[in-house]
C-alpha cells in the first residue's frame, strides 16, 4: 500500500533489486541486437562489446553514485533536476521516456518473432498488455516474476553458450574485413540497447530498502554478471556461425545451436527468447512508469498520472498510460526502428546523468573524475555514431519535448 502522503513503500531488497536490473539487462538485447551489431562490426564485434561495456560502466557508477544521492523515483530526470536545473532534469526525462516506450516496443515485438512470426504485432499487443496488468498489482508481484523469469533465460543462455562453444563450428563464415572505427561506434551503440537495463534499479529508488548501500551494490552487481553473459554469448555465436552468418540471422542464438550439431535444442532457445523479452518488457514498463510518475509530480505531465494506487501502492494511472503508449507503437513499427531509436534517446538521457554526477562533490560521494567524463563523451561519440535515421529520429524527439517543456512553464504561470 502507498502511505498517506501518496509516495511509495520500501519494499525491495538488495536481492530483488539486482534481479530488476538483471532482467532488463539480459533479456531481448542479447538475443535482438546481436546480428545488426554484427552485421556493422563484423569480426570487430568483441570490440564493439567491450566500448558499449565501458560506457555502461561509466554510465552505472554515475547512476548509481546519483541514485545513492537522491533515492526517489525519476531516475536522470530528478539528478538532472537537482544538479543542472529544471529544464535538463525534464529533457532527461523525456528521453527516457520516449526512448524506453521504444524499448518496450522492442521487447514486445521479439516476444511476436519468436513466438509467432505470422502474427508478431498482434501477439506484441497482448504481451504488452498482460504484462501491464501484472505490474498493476504491485511491484513485489512483479520483482517475484521478474527472479523466475531471469533463472530460466540464464539456464537457456548457459545451453547456447556450452553447446556453441563445445559444438561444430565448421559452418562459420567472415564478412569481407572492411571494418572500420565508425562501424565498431554503430555496433557498440546497438549493443548499449542490451547493457541499459541497470538504470531499472534506480528509478526505483523510492521503493529500495536502504538505497544508499543498496542501490550502488546492484547496480554493479547486474552489470558485472551480464556483461560476462554477453561475452561467452558473443564468442560463442563468432566461433559457430561467424561474423558473416550471425549477420544474416534473424534468431541468431537459434541457429547457433542447431549450425552446432544440436537442432534439438534450438525450440528451447527460442522459448527462452521469449522468455527473456517478457521479463525486460516486464522491467522496462516498470521503470518508464516511475519516471512519468516524477514528471507528474511535477507538472510536466498531466497531474493524474501522480496518483498511487490505494491497495496495491502502484502508480496505476502512469502504468496504464505507458502501457497503451507501447501497445501502439508495438502494432505499428518494426524491431530495428525501435532499437535504433531507443538507443539515440537513452544515450542523451546517460549524457545527462554523467554531467550531473561530474557535479557531485566529495562529501557527496562522487565517482571518479574521469567516469563522468569518459561516460559523457562516449555517449556523444556512440550516439552520433548510430544510423542517421535514428539520430534525425532521436533529434526530432527531443525538440518535441523542448516545445512542450516551453508550453507547460507558460500553462503554469
Not at 566500448?51 to 538532472?80: F, I
Not at 501477439?123 to 530460466?152: C, D, E, H, P, W
Not at 550439431?261 to 514498463?285: F, M, Y
Amino acid at each position: 500500500m502507498a502511505s498517506q502522503d501518496g509516495t511509495l513503500h520500501r519494499r525491495l531488497g538488495l536481492t530483488d533489486s539486482v534481479v530488476i536490473g538483471l532482467g532488463a539487462m539480459v533479456g531481448a538485447g542479447i538475443f535482438a541486437a546481436l546480428a545488426p551489431a554484427a552485421a556493422s562490426a563484423g569480426s570487430w564485434l568483441p570490440v564493439a562489446l567491450a566500448v558499449a561495456a565501458v560506457l555502461a560502466y561509466c554510465n552505472a557508477t554515475s547512476s548509481a553514485r546519483l541514485a545513492a544521492r537522491y533515492p526517489v523515483s525519476g531516475g536522470t530526470y530528478v539528478y538532472g533536476r537537482e544538479r543542472l536545473g529544471p529544464f535538463w532534469g525534464y529533457l532527461a526525462g523525456w528521453g527516457f521516456v520516449a526512448g524506453k516506450s521504444a524499448s518496450c516496443a522492442a521487447m514486445a515485438l521479439t516476444v511476436g518473432s519468436y513466438a509467432w512470426p505470422e502474427q508478431a504485432h498482434a501477439v506484441a499487443v497482448a504481451a504488452v498488455v498482460a504484462i501491464t496488468a501484472v505490474n498493476y498489482t504491485g511491484v513485489q508481484k512483479s520483482a517475484f516474476v521478474t527472479r523466475v523469469l531471469v533463472a530460466v533465460v540464464l539456464a537457456v543462455l548457459a545451453i547456447v553458450i556450452v553447446i556453441g562453444l563445445a559444438g561444430t563450428h565448421s559452418a562459420a563464415t567472415a564478412l569481407p574485413d572492411r571494418i572500420g572505427p565508425r562501424e565498431v561506434l554503430t555496433a557498440a551503440g546497438l549493443l548499449f540497447f542490451a547493457f541499459a537495463g541497470y538504470a531499472r534499479i534506480a528509478t526505483l529508488g523510492e521503493e529500495v530498502r536502504d538505497p544508499r548501500r543498496t542501490i550502488p551494490r546492484a547496480v554493479m552487481i547486474a552489470l558485472g554478471l551480464a556483461l560476462v553473459v554477453y561475452a561467452l554469448v558473443a564468442v560463442a555465436a563468432l566461433s559457430v556461425l561467424g561474423s558473416a552468418g550471425l549477420a544474416r540471422a534473424t534468431d541468431p542464438l537459434a541457429r547457433v545451436v542447431a549450425a552446432a550439431g544440436v537442432p534439438a535444442a534450438a525450440p528451447v532457445v527460442r522459448i527462452g527468447a521469449v522468455l527473456a523479452a517478457t521479463g525486460s518488457l516486464l522491467a522496462l514498463i516498470l521503470g518508464v512508469s516511475r519516471t512519468v510518475l516524477a514528471m507528474a509530480r511535477d507538472r510536466y505531465l498531466p497531474g493524474a498520472l501522480a496518483a498511487v494506487h490505494p491497495r496495491f501502492g502502484v502508480p496505476h494511472r502512469a502504468e496504464l498510460v505507458v502501457g497503451a503508449m507501447v501497445a501502439v507503437v508495438a502494432a505499428l513499427f518494426d524491431l530495428r526502428a525501435a532499437i535504433g531509436f531507443s538507443s539515440f534517446t537513452v544515450l542523451f538521457y546517460y549524457l545527462i546523468a554523467n554531467i550531473s554526477a561530474a557535479t557531485l562533490t566529495i562529501e557527496e560521494n562522487r565517482p571518479p573524475r574521469w567516469v563522468p567524463v569518459v561516460g559523457a563523451v562516449g555517449c556523444v561519440v556512440v550516439g552520433f555514431s548510430l544510423p542517421l535515421g535514428s539520430v534525425l529520429a532521436g533529434l526530432g524527439a527531443l525538440a518535441l519535448g523542448t516545445a512542450l517543456y516551453g508550453l507547460a512553464r507558460r500553462t503554469r504561470r
